[in-house]
C-alpha cells in the first residue's frame, strides 16, 4: 500500500518529452507565419544524438527539446487552449522542474477535471517547490473534494514568481528523533523543513504508530482540546505580589520553560555569531517550541483533513521536546504522522 498521492508508474521521459514536443508543435503551428513545420526530422535528429545516451551530444538535444517544448505548453497555456490538459498529462513525466510545473498549470485550463486529482496529487508532491505552488493552485481550481482537501494541506510560503526550483531532499527518518514506522514515506508537500515541521505516511494504523510512540513520550496520547490545556498550564505565569516568592511549583515551571527554550537554540545552533546567522538559528528553533505552544493543535481539528488525531509530546536528544500528531489522513488516505521539533540541518 503507498499514499494515494503516489499511484503512477511513470512513462519514459524521454518519449513524454518527445510527444509532447511533436504534439504541442502541430497544436500551435500556424502556416500563415510558419509555412514549414518547425517540428521536421527533429526526431531523427534527437535519436542520431542519443545513439550514445550519455554523450554532450544527447545532453545537448534533450535541452534543445525541452525549451521548445516548453515554449510549445506556455502557448497553449496562455492562449487557454483546449489541448493545453492533453499537453500537461505529458509533460507531467518530464525530467525538467520546468516542465512539471508547466504541466500542473496547463491540467488547470481552464479548471483541474476530476480525472486529473491523482496526476496532480503526485505533482503536490514533487521535491521541487515550485512544481508544488503550481500543482496546489491546479488543485484549487478544481471541483473534486478530495482535490480540495490536498490543495488545503499543501504547505506553501511563496509567491508563484519566487517558487523554489531546487529540489529538497526528505530527511532521514533517523534524524527526527521520534520512532518512526518502518515503511513511513516522507511528504514534501506537507513539510516546511525551515521551520521545524515534517510530515510522514504510514500504512500502520493510528493505534499501531501510537502505540511505538506512547513509552517514548513524556505527554499523550492527547487529543488537541486536552493538548491546548496542557500547553496553556505550561506555559501559564503566575502572578506574584510584592514580595511573595513564587511557589515551587511555578518555578518548576518557569524552569522547564528555560530548559526547552535553550536546548531549541542550540539544537538549531544559535551559538552566537552574525545576526543573519542568529536569525536563521531563531527560525530553526521555532519548531521546537511548539510543545509549549497551545495553538499548535488548532488545526488537526479540521474535520475534513484529519480525524481521530492524537498528539504527543516527546523527548528528542540535542533538542527541545517534539510535538508529534498522529491521525488518519483524510487527504491522501492511511495514516499521517506530523513531527514539529527544532529544524533538523540540510535541505
Not at 521535491?127 to 481550481?141: E, G, I, N, Q, T
Not at 529540489?167 to 518502518?182: D, F, I, R, T, Y
Not at 488537541?224 to 496542557?230: I, K, L, S, T
Request: glycine fraction near 6%.
Amino acid at each position: 500500500m503507498r499514499p494515494a498521492i503516489r499511484t503512477r508508474r511513470g512513462l519514459a521521459a524521454a518519449l513524454a518529452l518527445f510527444a509532447l514536443a511533436l504534439t504541442a508543435g502541430a497544436a500551435i503551428a500556424d502556416v500563415r507565419f510558419i509555412p514549414v513545420d518547425p517540428w521536421a526530422d527533429l526526431g531523427q535528429a534527437v535519436q542520431a544524438a542519443c545513439a550514445t545516451p550519455g554523450s554532450p551530444a544527447c545532453a545537448h538535444s534533450r535541452s534543445y527539446l525541452t525549451t521548445r517544448a516548453l515554449a510549445a505548453l506556455k502557448v497553449l497555456i496562455d492562449r487557454r487552449d483546449d489541448q493545453a490538459a492533453a499537453m500537461g498529462r505529458l509533460a507531467a513525466d518530464a525530467a525538467d522542474s520546468r516542465l512539471r510545473a508547466a504541466a500542473a498549470e496547463a491540467l488547470a485550463v481552464p479548471f483541474a477535471a476530476n480525472e486529473d486529482t491523482p496526476l496532480l496529487a503526485e505533482l503536490a508532491d514533487d521535491p521541487v517547490p515550485a512544481v508544488r505552488d503550481a500543482a496546489r493552485r491546479a488543485l484549487a481550481s478544481s471541483g473534486d473534494p478530495r482535490a480540495q482537501r490536498l490543495a488545503r494541506r499543501i504547505r506553501h510560503t511563496s509567491l508563484p514568481e519566487e517558487a523554489d526550483e531546487r529540489p529538497e531532499k526528505p530527511p532521514a527518518a533517523a534524524a527526527m528523533g521520534v520512532p518512526l514506522p518502518a515503511d513511513a514515506i516522507y511528504l514534501f508537500f506537507a513539510s516546511e523543513p525551515a521551520n521545524g515541521r515534517y510530515a510522514w505516511w504510514t500504512a500502520k494504523s493510528p493505534a499501531e504508530v501510537a502505540a511505538a510512540l506512547r513509552g517514548k513520550a513524556k505527554k499523550g496520547p492527547l487529543t488537541p482540546a486536552e493538548f491546548r490545556a496542557h500547553a496553556e498550564a505550561a506555559s501559564e505565569i503566575p502572578e506574584i505580589e510584592d514580595g511573595e516568592l513564587p511557589s515551587a511549583e511555578a518555578m518548576a515551571r518557569a524552569f522547564e520553560m528555560a530548559e526547552q527554550m535553550m536546548a531549541a537554540l542550540e539544537g538549531a545552533g544559535a551559538d552566537g555569531g552574525s545576526p543573519e546567522a542568529m536569525a536563521g538559528a531563531m527560525q530553526r528553533a521555532a519548531g521546537g517550541l511548539a510543545s509549549l505552544d497551545p495553538n499548535a493543535a488548532d488545526e488537526y481539528e479540521d474535520a475534513d483533513l484529519y480525524a481521530d488525531a492524537r498528539l504527543f509530546v516527546v523527548p528528542v536528544a540535542g533538542s527541545a521536546d517534539a510535538l508529534v500528531a498522529v491521525y488518519r489522513d483524510l487527504a491522501t488516505g492511511g495514516t499521517g504522522l506530523t513531527i514539529q521539533r527544532t529544524a533538523v540541518g540540510g535541505r
